[in-house]
Each structure stands twice: as C-alpha cells, then as structure tokens.
C-alpha cells in the first residue's frame, strides 16, 4: 500500500511534535515544519530529523513565498500530497483591551491567514488528485469565547468559520476539511502565553485585572486533577486520517475538562446549521 504524505505546521512542541512522531510511527510519510531549523529550534529539528518518515522543512507560515516552496517541495519529492495538519499557533491571555492592533494582527496572521495560506498552496493539488484530507487545530475556545482570553478565541472563532464553509465546499471534489477542538493540555504552549503590548490599560481594570492570574491556577489545578494527556490530539489525528474520505466528521472534541459541554453545543448548531443551508437551497451540500 502506497504510504500517505503528510504536512504538519508548528511540529516544535506541543501536539505538532506529538503528531509528527506518531504519523511517523503509523508508518506515514511526514513533512514536519517549523521556523529557524539551524537557529533556535535545531535540537528539535534534528531529534525530528533522525526518525524514520520525518523530513523536517524550514517554514515561516507568515510569509506566503515560504508556504508555496516548502508544498512545491513535498509535491516535487513525493507527487502527491494526501493530509495538511494546520497545528502551528501561540497562546494569548489577559485583558482584551491590552491587546494594540499590532498584536491581534499577528494572532490573526498565524492563525487565520497562516492556515489560509497553507490551505490555499495544497488545495489545487489535492484537487487534482480528487482526494486529500485538511485538519485545521480550532479550540474549545472556537465555540465559546472566554474573558480574558478574547483576542485568542476571536482568531480560533474565524478558524471554526474557516473550516465549515471549506467543509462543504470541497467535500464534493473530493476533499475533507475538518477541525479538532482540543480543550486545555499541559503543553509547551502555555509557558508561552502572550499577553498584550498596552500593559498600561491593566491597572484601569483594578481588580479584574488579577483574573487571568487566577485562571492559571486554576488551569493547573486542572491538570493536577485530571492528568489531560495531549497525545490525546495527535491519536484524533490519526483517527480523522483514517477515516473514509466523505465519512469524517467536522468537528472532533478532545477535552477530559469541558468537551461534553462544546460537544453538546456543536450537536445543537448543526442541526440548526443544516435548517440554515436548507433555507438557502443548499441541502445537496449536507449528502
């Protein structure tokens, strides 16, 4: 059987690393990206590097030349392209209005146009393959925005948009577009939590401003509890990837905390969703 190739973004930690090992060891072809490979991320590149499957590429998913040569690459090596996994990302928390028009349009760049560009590079190849597979990293936060962590949820809310309308779009042509809504995970993304560059805003907000301090306790005092073990993400991963083309859902929870919650809500916008398509003549699109 002719092995999948896979594209991971964001494969230096957290669930892109966890994912990038285990399509590895499922015997998948893995193009493994991440920024500055000879710079701050060289170990792990190299640890990357050394396993059997892995070919780890230089990306920037900001910059959109960087996007179109690492896909022209995978496609020149391989001929094909059959799942892009959208993971690379950053955390943000704290009082939205800290956050200066510069800061959310980075959160917007990597999480909104990054993916887009990604998708936008492998889409006509996945098309002229008539299948392919498009997972895209949402967030619990995609379905509820929390306070506090505003700007976040806004960007992960335009990826859940992003997602659903390309669902049915494409589907048709023979490719799936779906999304994972990991919840919260002991992960390196949340040593790296930014906050926003207008810290002077903070101390006009008394004290609500020690809420997002106190969101991180709590946070650990959830991992402490139930011990939520990421490689969860990465296993859903490999489920969606082998999955039937057409029979992949478009949202997976993955959350011991809070998915029961997100799950439910999911279950009641779709039904609604689909009166929705209905309403505009677009029923075809739900078969």
């Known amino acids: 059987m002719e092995k999948k190739v896979v594209l991971i973004t964001g494969t230096n930690s957290g669930f892109g690393w966890l994912t990038a090992n285990s399509c590895a060891a499922s015997g998948y072809t893995v193009y493994a990206t991440m920024r500055d490979i000879n710079g701050k991320n060289a170990a792990k590149a190299k640890a990357l590097s050394a396993l059997k499957n892995v070919h780890v590429l230089d990306v920037e998913i900001t910059d959109a030349a960087s996007v179109s040569n690492a896909v022209k690459e995978v496609i020149a090596k391989e001929g094909k392209l059959d799942v892009l996994v959208n993971n690379a990302g950053y955390n943000a928390a704290g009082i939205a209005e800290t956050f200066t028009e510069q800061d959310v349009d980075k959160m917007m760049d990597v999480h909104v146009k990054g993916p887009w560009r990604m998708i936008k590079a492998s889409l006509p190849h996945m098309r002229k393959q008539g299948e392919g597979l498009i997972i895209n990293l949402s967030s619990g936060l995609g379905r509820f925005s929390a306070p506090f962590m505003t700007v ?104 011991p905390a809070t998915g029961s919650i997100v799950d439910t809500a999911n279950k009641q916008v779709k039904e609604q969703y689909e009166k929705f398509l209905s309403a505009f003549g677009m029923s075809e699109m739900l078969n």
Do not use: C, W
């Not at 560059?197 to 101390?203: G, T």
């Not at 402490?224 to 083309?245: G, H, R, S, W, Y």
């Open 152 to 255: 976040y949820s806004a960007a992960k809310f335009a990826v859940e948009g992003l997602t659903e309308g390309l669902h049915f779009e494409v589907r048709p042509l023979g490719v799936d577009v779906v999304m994972i809504q990991p919840g919260a995970f002991p992960t390196e993304i949340n040593s790296k939590s930014l906050s926003g560059s207008d810290s002077s805003v903070a101390a006009e907000y008394g004290e609500l401003a020690t809420i997002p301090g106190k969101m991180g306790e709590g946070l650990g005092q959830m991992f402490e509890a139930l011990k939520p073990n990421p490689q969860a993400v990465a296993d859903a991963v490999l489920k969606l990837i082998a999955t039937a083309k057409g029979k992949r859902p478009l949202r997976t929870v993955v959350d």
